[in-house]
């Protein structure tokens, strides 16, 4: 699967002050790894964690699989 099209899978970036999600794309946290963003709820400065992205993305890539057996099973 190409990276391009996961770039712009928007995923929640929790805040541990709030423990609420601000969203942001796949591309923007990968870009930011390790800076600070200002959380949308609570205004606290929440360092950005790829990581975070990378576990988000493997869901969306699951998901993406789940996906393709669907249509595989369709196309038989
Ligand atoms: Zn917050």
Do not use: Y
Request: charged share 30%.
């Amino acid at each position: 699967m190409s990276r391009g099209v996961l770039d712009g899978v928007e995923i929640d970036l929790p805040c541990p002050s709030c423990k609420r999600g601000t969203k942001r794309t796949v591309a923007w946290a990968t870009a930011n790894n390790g800076r600070t963003h200002e959380c949308r709820w609570c205004g606290a400065s929440v360092q950005v964690d790829s990581s975070q992205a990378t576990r988000e993305l493997g869901k969306v890539n699951r998901a993406f699989d789940d996906l393709k057996r669907t249509l595989g099973r369709l196309g038989r």
